[in-house]
T-cell receptor, first 112, second 112 residues
Framework: KAGVTQTPRYLIKTRGQQVTLSCSPISGHRSVSWYQQTPGQGLQFLFEYFSETQRNKGNFPGRFSGRQFSNSRSEMNVSTLELGDSALYLC???????????FGPGTRLLVL | QKEVEQDPGPLSVPEGAIVSLNCTYSNSAFQYFMWYRQYSRKGPELLMYTYSSGNKEDGRFTAQVDKSSKYISLFIRDSQPSDSATYLCAMNRGSTLGRLYFGRGTQLTVWP
C-alpha cells in the first residue's frame, strides 16, 4: 500500500499571502489529521477530518482551515501568512476505529 | 503544564548500548500509547503501539506503559547508529477522538 503523500514538499511564501497544502491518505483510510511541527512548540494538532466532516479542532486561529473531499483527500489552507507560520506541516491518516495514525513526509513552509 | 512531558535530551550513547526513553502524562483518560521515530527532515514513523498498561516487544524495541504512574518508556537494545533520530511519544483517549497528544521528542545519537 502506498503511504500518506503530501504536496508540495517545500514552499516559500511571503507575509500576507495564502497557501494551500494537500494530503492524500493511505488507501481505505477515512480519517485525516493535520499537525504543525516547530522546534519551539513540537507537534501541535490543527484539526481532524472524517468522512468530509471536521471532527476535532486544535487551538489555532481561524486563518487555518481545512477540508476533506469524498475520496478522503484533504487540503489545509492558511490565509494571511505570518512569519510564525513557518513550520513543517504534517498530515496523518488512520482507518475508522483505529487509534494509530500514519504520517506523511510533511510540507515544509517558509514564510519570508 | 503540557499534557505530555518528554525530556528533549539530547541523548548520546555508544553503539550497542541500551537506551531508555521516557514520557510522563497528566490525563488519566489516555488509553492508547505510541512511539514514533522521526529522522531529520522526514515525517514521524510509527514504531510501537500499546493499549493500556503492560509491555510490548518488537525486535530490539520494548514499550512499557504504567498507567498507575502515568509513565511510559521505550527501550532500545543493542542500539545502532541507524537508530539516531528523534523519538516522539504520543497518546490519545481512544474511540472517535482522533487527536494525538505528543511529547516534545528526545533526540538520540548512537555513535559507532
Amino acid at each position: 500500500k502506498a503511504g500518506v503523500t503530501q504536496t508540495p514538499r517545500y514552499l516559500i511564501k511571503t507575509r500576507g499571502q495564502q497557501v494551500t497544502l494537500s494530503c492524500s491518505p493511505i488507501s481505505g483510510h477515512r480519517s485525516v489529521s493535520w499537525y504543525q511541527q516547530t522546534p519551539g512548540q513540537g507537534l501541535q494538532f490543527l484539526f481532524e477530518y472524517f468522512s468530509e466532516t471536521q471532527r476535532n479542532k486544535g487551538n489555532f486561529p481561524g486563518r487555518f482551515s481545512g477540508r476533506q473531499f469524498s475520496n478522503s483527500r484533504s487540503e489545509m489552507n492558511v490565509s494571511t501568512l505570518e512569519l510564525g507560520d513557518s513550520a513543517l506541516y504534517l498530515c496523518a491518516s488512520s482507518s475508522a476505529g483505529a487509534e494509530t495514525q500514519y504520517f506523511g513526509p510533511g510540507t515544509r513552509l517558509l514564510v519570508l | 503544564q503540557k499534557e505530555v512531558e518528554q525530556d528533549p535530551g539530547p541523548l548520546s550513547v555508544p553503539e550497542g548500548a541500551i537506551v531508555s526513553l521516557n514520557c510522563t502524562y497528566s490525563n488519566s483518560a489516555f488509553q492508547y500509547f505510541m512511539w514514533y521515530r522521526q529522522y531529520s527532515r522526514k515525517g514521524p514513523e510509527l514504531l510501537m503501539y500499546t493499549y493500556s498498561s503492560g509491555n510490548k516487544e518488537d525486535g530490539r524495541f520494548t514499550a512499557q506503559v504504567d498507567k498507575s504512574s502515568k509513565y511510559i518508556s521505550l527501550f532500545i537494545r543493542d542500539s545502532q547508529p541507524s537508530d539516531s533520530a528523534t523519538y516522539l511519544c504520543a497518546m490519545n483517549r481512544g474511540s472517535t477522538l482522533g487527536r494525538l497528544y505528543f511529547g516534545r521528542g528526545t533526540q538520540l545519537t548512537v555513535w559507532p
